[in-house]
């Protein structure tokens, strides 16, 4: 799995995991600070959610271009720098008005713009350690190692998170209750109902009795002020997190200096001819990245409804506290050491010799023995938060890495392994069975519209968003490494930042779609929402095995 793979890839991998942890901290509350802090709607907050998310993921077009013409390195930096200033700036507490608006959203610009000069370029670099003939026949396995990577940092961001805000909302008194932001907003604007009024007074006798029996609009003022305070000091940790990525990224710069070439650079440092494409060549591999780009848009259309959609689910829909076995899904610790125990277990049954198995084997079961105790030190009952169900999709692709990458590398040896495309073209089928899930865990529930800004009085186990989670993993691991791996593989050579900032701006587009389902939320009936999302992915993966002929030629040009 590890072994022969360049050194520079881990020196890029761990950079972007800083970068990535810091990210998906900030992602993990902002939808949940924006409607706390503004009073938005569940229509506008998904609607700036993926405004966001689509400039956070168009940016690296850009950044690409830029990146072909002054180099990857160049704009890696300066993106690290614009970022800092970003979450810098979103990190300082405002009242929620105007002035408070603009200030975040001038925060979130600069987040976008930094993420497209980093990101893109990065994988760049990656792509071009395996140009090498040396290690060609490991970018598929590199580009899947990378994305563990990620995902290391993305599932500890909603634990960080968690952490943060409870903590500084302790310091106040005051505890997190899912139903008093849109409450305390309904109050203080007029707007609430007598039924939701008790509802709000007994959230606040039930969890804060110190503060119950005072002035409703005083309490109102304070909750929303120190929770919005309380995530501010959330979105200071993606600085911290970005100095980490500064420190590994410059430290480590000699192990992938030589892939920090775009095909200008590359040119005037070597002495023998460069290799062009015929323009019939280049035409037939840009038309195949272009048809996968426009697939792949309702991919992260669905699988990006995870901050937005599935998020106001597990927070209106969901039980706030969890018993059984399933409480081991919200220890972060635990999920960690699961985690690792994979690789560990994979380690003994790949060990050449009987030291190496023992070795391997001992530390499985260590770490199975601390995930149990861990588990057993829990209470009975365990609350959790919405944003905690954003920790199980990196969990699950950190966990399965190493299962996919086997069982892959399987299938090579016997010739059989599916090309990018065919992986794709499944993954979209796969995804339609994650909503096939909710659609499941959606009967008989109230819409949105009827509950009226409340949480639902029918709510369902968290097994089921967990189970979501699942598949729709399963579904990324066949789609977005194999996509980019596909990209840097077939992007011609003087395009190649352009092309990998294209793959960006299709998520880009489709992240903007997330608005979708955000808009039809308070319109259909939830079961709608997920079958919108089912039938798109359906349609996308028969479109993409109806050119998969085409797709697969264009990677033998």
């Not at 959609?309 to 409480?327: E, I, N, P």
């Not at 994650?434 to 709510?459: M, Q």
């Not at 079961?527 to 089912?534: A, I, P, Q, S």
């Amino acid at each position: 799995m590890f072994k022969n793979q360049p050194k520079g890839l881990f020196a890029l991998a761990l950079a972007n995991t800083g970068e990535r942890f810091g990210y998906y901290t900030m992602l993990a509350i902002f939808l949940l600070f924006i409607q706390a802090k503004f009073g938005f709607s569940a229509a506008t907050a998904t609607q700036i959610y993926s405004i966001f998310l689509a400039g956070v993921y168009f940016m690296p077009l850009l950044g690409g271009i830029l990146a072909d013409k002054i180099g990857y390195g160049k704009c890696v930096t300066i993106g690290i720098a614009v970022m800092f200033c970003g979450y810098l700036c979103l990190a300082i507490p405002t009242a929620p008005d105007a002035a408070g608006k603009v200030l975040m959203f001038g925060a979130l610009a600069l987040i976008a713009v930094g993420t497209g000069l980093f990101k893109g370029n990065l994988q760049v670099m990656v792509g071009n350690l395996y140009d090498d003939p040396k290690y060609a026949a490991k970018r598929d396995s590199a580009f899947s190692l990378f994305y563990m990577a990620i995902n290391i940092g993305a599932m500890f961001a909603p634990s960080m998170a968690k952490a943060v805000t409870n903590h500084f909302l302790g310091k106040a008194g005051l505890v997190y209750v899912k139903e008093i932001p849109a409450l305390a907003h309904q109050f203080l604007n007029g707007t609430i109902t007598p039924a939701n009024q008790e509802t709000l007074t007994n959230a606040i006798a039930s969890n804060m009795p110190a503060m119950a029996g005072g002035n409703l609009g005083d309490f109102c003022n304070l909750y929303i002020e120190k929770l919005s305070g309380a995530y501010n000091y959330g979105f200071a940790v993606a600085c911290v997190s970005l100095i980490l990525s500064v420190i590994i990224y410059f430290s480590c710069k000699s192990w992938f200096k030589h892939a920090d070439v775009n095909a200008k650079q590359a040119a005037a440092k070597s002495d023998a001819p460069v290799v062009e494409l015929t323009p019939q060549q280049t035409k037939s591999r840009v038309t195949a990245l272009m048809f996968v780009f426009a697939v792949v848009i309702f991919f992260w259309m669905a699988f990006h409804q995870n901050g937005a959609t599935m998020t106001l689910f597990a927070r209106d829909y969901t039980q706030a506290s969890v018993t059984g076995g399933l409480r081991i899904g919200f220890n972060i610790w635990a999920l960690a050491l699961i985690a690792v125990s994979i690789y560990t277990l994979f380690g003994f049954f790949q060990s050449e010799n009987s030291k190496g198995k023992m070795i391997n084997g001992l530390v499985t079961l260590g770490l199975w023995g601390g995930a149990f105790a861990l588990y057993k030190s829990m209470p009975a009952t365990v609350a959790i938060q919405p944003s905690d169900f954003q920790q199980f999709n990196p969990f699950y692709v950190v966990a399965l890495t190493p299962v996919s990458m086997a069982l892959f590398s399987a299938l090579a040896n016997k010739g059989k392994e599916p090309s990018a495309p065919r992986k794709i073209g499944i993954g979209m089928f796969v995804a339609s069975l994650g909503f096939l899930v909710l659609i499941l865990a959606s009967r008989g529930l109230a819409s949105p519209k009827e509950l009226g800004g409340t949480v639902s009085p029918d709510l369902v186990s968290p097994g089921w968003l967990i189970s979501t989670y699942l598949v729709l993993t399963f579904a990324e691991l066949l789609l977005s490494p194999m996509g980019i791996s596909f990209v840097s593989k077939v992007a011609p050579p003087k395009l190649k930042g352009a092309m990998m900032g294209c793959w960006f701006a299709a998520t880009a587009v489709g992240n903007y779609l997330v608005s979708i389902p955000g808009l039809l939320w308070n319109k259909v009936p939830l079961w709608g929402v997920w079958g919108l999302l089912l039938a798109l992915c359906v349609i996308s993966g028969l479109v993409m095995f109806s050119m998969m002929k085409k797709l697969e030629a264009a990677t033998k040009d």
